[in-house]
């Protein structure tokens, strides 16, 4: 059985192998490698059968977890108001929630007991999309000058992502695995023993490697989608042989085939013709530029869409809808100055932007490249590793040079023509004005801290990520005096469509740092030693939190098991405490990786802050965003500036 299915395999990829090389040969492209980007002797999907499922945690547990969390953002009297709360929870009303929820766990054994509902809590979410969820991240300049012109950048780009893509369809993707000890399992021996395992089984080998492959089923969502609004819950549509790209220069969009009638792609020259052909048109900016509606209220864009749809543009929306993804050519020059650069990818003027597409890759007029992804249909884990693998082939074995010259494409570019009534054009003027007027409002900072590294924080023996966690509370604590919900994404990738869960790094021994620092009570050994168990401390939630031994999606989960079976909300739900744990006051994630050139999002709460961060091998670096009405985010930076230098001092006596 196994032996078969392997020659299958291998013979479907030889007679593809074939049909490109005769392809190839009367159109004098490279070679037959060109298709894809990857040939992986395991399958992609092989190991997603066998996948462990998200665990549900003990009751018991939940319930621990929940009040550790509490206790340092918690008075002693509203402690105890928890405490009375959490154990009514725990030993009466949760208990048929949890039998609930575990039957419909173990009647579902195909996904997660979280995937269904955060997927629901996306979508049924009327705010808009950029600022609010759709997050930012940059890609690192080619060290090659001339390689960053817009041109060359973009075409590499797009050939880099459309082997990315053809390797997924094909099913020849390298699969996604975390590796333990990469010298002993990133292997050939790895390969081809569980490559060789039944796919039942085949987590269970690469077990056995300490290796363990990562829930691959997002990376679907990546190409060929779109988020369509719609009342009250909008919905996902996917295009999985989807042929076309859509281009957007100027507000307007422009559409090309990217495969040919037999799937193939086409050559570089004959990519590189196209964009140059749009780029070169010289049609002003729009007047009315449709994008600007998708950065407003879920609702009413679905109103207005329904509205142009229905006055003869169904054609051209499906067009956006089911291209591969969107490419945005901005005239913005955006290499010297990081704030301009931050603000264009986390969200622009909306005028040259679609921000329902899965993802758009935008490349500015000096070469800049960075995607802005719409969230609901997934989480860093994809996005990021088609990041990193588009930038590695861009920037060590590009397609395009700067003296590539254009091929003639046959005018295969089209123009995305729309009859819009002036219904449709006070629609879009009128969110133009309110779209200004909101990322306005937006105060957005960074900080590049070189006084300490992810090397160096290891040298000491602390964990990198709890020390910026506990730079950021002592940023807060220094600005405000106090402790507030503080939410940090750790992925559950490790589990069968495992999403994300929140770790909740203020604790304890996060309060007591920081109160010591501040009150200047304690020496720096005593601060280091505190120091020492926060960062024990944080390990181990982190740890938890990737187990799905977390809390949050748990008591998520459960509220909703009570809303789908019409049972009688929990009073811990309506508390005041589980409410403030969960006003995400501080929203931080963390994207590190040597492509990444910054990342971000906008604050969850508008008195809060969003703080998209990363421990580099040089030096620490985060982006901050906040609503200026309520908060300043350049404070929060020169405290967290303040916050580093002290950590520093501490650690470096």
């Known amino acids: 059985m196994i032996t078969s299915s392997k020659v299958f395999l291998n013979s479907n990829v030889a007679l593809r192998h074939l049909i490109l090389s005769k392809y190839y040969s009367k159109h004098s492209v490279v070679d037959v490698d060109y298709q894809y980007m990857q040939k992986s002797r395991v399958p992609t999907m092989h190991f997603q059968k066998s996948l462990p499922r998200l665990p549900i945690p003990e009751l018991q547990k939940t319930g621990e977890r929940y009040l550790n969390a509490l206790k340092p953002l918690l008075t002693s009297e509203q402690l105890a108001e928890a405490e009375r709360r959490t154990a009514d929870f725990v030993t009466k009303d949760a208990k048929i929630l949890q039998e609930k929820l575990l039957a419909k766990d173990k009647a579902n054994k195909h996904t997660s007991y979280i995937s269904e509902y955060w997927f629901d809590l996306y979508l049924r979410d009327r705010a808009p999309l950029p600022i609010n969820y759709n997050p930012l991240i940059v890609h690192q300049n080619d060290t090659k000058i001339d390689y960053n012109n817009q041109l060359v950048r973009a075409t590499n780009m797009l050939t880099s992502a459309l082997r ?291 090397e160096a924080c290891k040298k000491f023996k602390v964990s990198p990520d709890c020390i910026m966690q506990l730079s950021f509370q002592a940023a807060y604590h220094l600005l405000y005096g106090n402790y507030v919900g503080t939410y940090e994404s750790c992925s559950t990738s490790a589990f069968k469509h495992g999403r994300t869960e929140t770790m909740r790094p203020c604790t304890e021994k996060t309060k007591q740092f920081c109160d010591s620092l501040h009150m200047n009570k304690m020496s720096n050994n005593e601060l280091r030693a505190i120091m020492q168990e926060c960062s024990v401390s944080h390990s181990e939630l982190i740890k938890e939190a990737a187990m799905g031994q977390g809390f949050d999606r748990h008591m998520f989960a459960l509220k909703k098991i009570a809303e789908d079976n019409n049972l009688p909300m929990p009073e811990v739900y309506n508390s005041y405490e589980y409410n403030f744990l969960n006003k995400s006051i501080l929203s931080t994630s963390t994207l590190s990786s040597p492509s990444v050139m910054a990342g971000g999002f906008g604050p969850v709460a508008k008195e809060g802050f969003g703080i998209g961060y990363s421990a580099f091998t040089d030096k620490l670096g985060a982006a901050v965003t906040s609503y200026k009405p309520h908060n300043d985010s350049s404070k929060f930076i020169e405290a967290l500036h303040k916050s580093f230098l002290d950590i520093t001092k501490i650690l470096s006596n």
């Open 164 to 454: 990315f893509m053809l390797s997924l369809r094909e099913k020849i993707l390298e699969p996604e695995v975390f590796h333990l000890n990469p010298k002993k399992s990133d292997t050939d021996l790895f390969r081809t023993v569980t490559g060789m395992l039944p796919e039942a089984v085949s987590w269970y080998g690469a077990y056995l490697f300490k290796a363990f492959p990562l829930d691959m089923s997002q990376f679907d969502g990546l190409f060929g989608a779109t988020r369509i609004p719609q009342l009250e819950k909008d919905r996902i549509v996917r295009d999985p042989k989807s042929k076309h790209m859509v281009v957007q220069k100027n507000g307007h969009f422009y559409t090309f085939d990217v495969l040919d009638a037999n799937g193939n792609l086409l050559s570089p020259g004959e990519l590189l013709g196209n964009l140059h052909q749009i780029l070169n048109d010289n049609t002003p900016q729009a007047d009315h530029p449709l994008g600007i509606l998708t950065c407003q209220n879920r609702d009413l864009w679905a109103k207005q869409r329904t509205h142009i749809e229905n006055i003869g543009n169904k054609d051209a929306f499906h067009k956006i809808d089911t291209a591969i993804f969107n490419l945005v050519l901005d005239n913005e020059i955006l290499t010297d100055d990081k704030h301009k650069l931050l603000k264009h990818y986390l969200h622009g003027d909306g005028l040259n932007r679609w921000f329902d597409k899965s993802f758009s890759l935008i490349v500015s007029k000096d070469g800049v490249s960075g995607i802005n992804f719409e969230h609901s249909w997934g989480d860093g884990v994809a996005v990021l590793r088609f990041f990193q693998d588009i930038y590695k082939e861009t920037t060590t074995k590009p397609f395009v040079h700067p003296d590539t010259k254009p091929l003639e494409t046959n005018r295969s570019v089209r123009k995305l023509e729309f009859n819009l009534d002036e219904k449709s054009k006070q629609f879009i003027e009128t969110a133009k004005k309110e779209y200004k007027d909101w990322y306005e409002s937006l105060s957005i900072d960074y900080i590049l801290y070189e006084g300490l590294n992810k």
